[in-house]
């Protein structure tokens, strides 16, 4: 039987919270999701909506509340999808 050894080069750290992403060109349209584990180049995440490889995206903390003592209200973050699978059945993501 086949080891299947991890190949990336950067450690996950697992982490289970809630998120929200919006697409590039409709910045202030965000989606629920939630992000499963995180490194320091890349997140996995699991979202009940369609994302392609390629596409632009902004994520931000779900319930991220402006405060005025910040410089910024949100702090977010611009990524790209580098691959996507379908899951099917995934209990892991429940929207309320």
Not at 6 to 13: N, S, T, V
Not at 14 to 33: N, V, W
Not at 62 to 70: G, K, L, Q, V, Y
Not at 78 to 91: G, Q
Request: aromatic fraction near 12%; include cysteine; glycine fraction near 4%.
């Amino acid at each position: 039987m086949a080891v299947n050894e991890e190949k990336r080069k950067f450690q996950r750290a697992e982490l289970r919270a809630p998120i929200m992403y919006a697409y590039k060109d409709k910045k202030f349209c965000f989606y629920g999701a939630q992000i499963h584990n995180c490194s320091l180049v890349g997140i996995y995440i699991e979202s009940k909506y369609l994302l392609q490889e390629g596409m632009q995206i902004t994520i931000r903390r779900a319930n991220d509340t402006p405060s005025c003592e910040e410089e910024a209200p949100y702090r977010e973050l611009m990524a790209e999808v580098k691959w996507c699978k379908e899951i099917l059945h995934s209990t892991s993501f429940h929207s309320e």
